[in-house]
């Protein structure tokens, strides 16, 4: 194992939690399946589609979310927009314009953008395209949920017993292959028998923290509190949290994090209260080709996410708003990041490019 990575993994091996959570996408023979997120947390509902214009809907609508899993559903839909169209043994210019569509559902994760691009880098001589791209895309769910399998596992070497974790919107296994990355570090720690507390913070405008957080740790039996976004700095001195872990969305090179908006907030406030702020992430989610966090896309919502609460209007017509998706966390406000490859400390430049070599 390479110097730069802190901390050695004894055992890979992983026993399931008796609790199941349901898979959030899966493959049924000629159509993809994903569990409707934007339904959650009182009704569990599947939906399904054999047409990768649907899967890119579910995407831009959220009723598939997290940078892993609409990385992995990209790769199901770029499949299928190839089984639609007929391709053979290379990319015609109809599958082409459809892959872009694809990679352009969303602009902050990139993991969408590299599951595409992993796609198009495939030997396609003499098979057919469909057929490869889906053997690849179930490749991709395979090592996205192996990977999470295995940040919890490290990020569990940095969990005290006792610990009050800090989490931001919602990194479980729904928005991933089915373990997660800041929850799946959570999970292994509460699967290792360790006694936590989780302070959930509600993550506005849509909720995902107490719609889909508090979802998965109720029937994980993890103990957890939900809070406004608002109290997190008087919940990190009432409770005594000792460290904060989010996901991220894309990391440049230098360490400069996108996650879901607020996490920025939240990292400020861990500085101030001197509390280890992690990032946990699949190598997939770092971008060597971006710089740094002022070059990342921001992707800005539409003015009813915030103008309303529900189906309740709670501001005026006409007025201007301002709705960004992520936000961008500063390298500096960072303590690690936790990788299926290890806990990578600074510099982070240096040390980002070496764990994705």
Not at 62 to 91: N, Q, S, T
Request: glycine share 8%; proline share 5%.
């Amino acid at each position: 194992m390479s110097k730069y990575l802190d901390g050695i993994v004894n055992s890979l091996s992983f026993q399931e939690s008796k609790t199941k959570l349901p898979p959030p996408i899966r493959w049924l023979g000629d159509k993809v399946e994903i569990i409707d997120q934007s339904l959650l947390p009182h009704t569990e509902k599947y939906i399904s589609s054999n047409n990768y214009r649907q899967v890119c809907e579910w995407i831009k609508s959220l009723r598939i979310r997290g940078a892993p899993a609409i990385g992995i559903a990209a790769a199901y839909a770029a499949a299928l927009a190839a089984f639609e169209l007929g391709c053979h043994d290379k990319i015609s210019p109809d599958l082409k314009l459809a892959l872009e569509e694809i990679a352009g559902a969303r602009p902050t994760a990139v993991n969408l953008k590299n599951a595409i691009d992993r796609l198009l880098k495939l030997d396609l001589k003499g098979k057919k395209v469909g057929e490869a791209f889906l053997s690849e895309a179930h490749k991709i769910l395979e090592e996205e949920t192996n990977a999470c399998i295995t940040i919890g596992q490290y990020g569990n070497l940095l969990v005290p017993d006792q610990a009050v974790i800090h989490t931001h919107c919602h990194t479980g296994g729904l928005a991933t292959g089915g373990y997660g990355t800041a929850l799946g570090v959570i999970r292994a720690a509460h699967e290792s028998g360790k006694k936590i507390l989780v302070i959930v913070d509600e993550t506005r405008p849509l909720l995902q923290g107490s719609r889909l957080t508090t979802w998965e740790l109720q029937k994980l039996g993890i103990k957890f509190k939900l809070i406004v976004d608002g109290a997190a700095g008087i919940a990190m001195r009432k409770f005594g949290v000792n460290m904060v872990i989010t996901g991220a969305d894309r990391i440049a090179s230098n360490g400069d994090t996108a996650n879901k908006v607020g996490t920025y907030n939240l990292s400020v406030l861990s500085k101030e209260h001197g509390i280890p702020f992690y990032i946990a992430a699949p190598s997939s989610s770092f971008d060597l080709s971006t710089p740094s966090g002022e070059k990342i896309p921001i992707e800005e919502r539409g003015a009813d996410e915030i103008v309303s609460f529900g189906k309740c209007k709670v501001a005026p017509d006409g007025i201007e708003t301002y709705s960004p998706a992520f936000d961008i966390t500063p390298a500096d406000n960072i303590t690690a990041f936790i990788t299926e490859r290890g806990i990578i400390k600074r510099p982070f430049s240096e040390n980002i490019k070496r764990m994705l070599q």
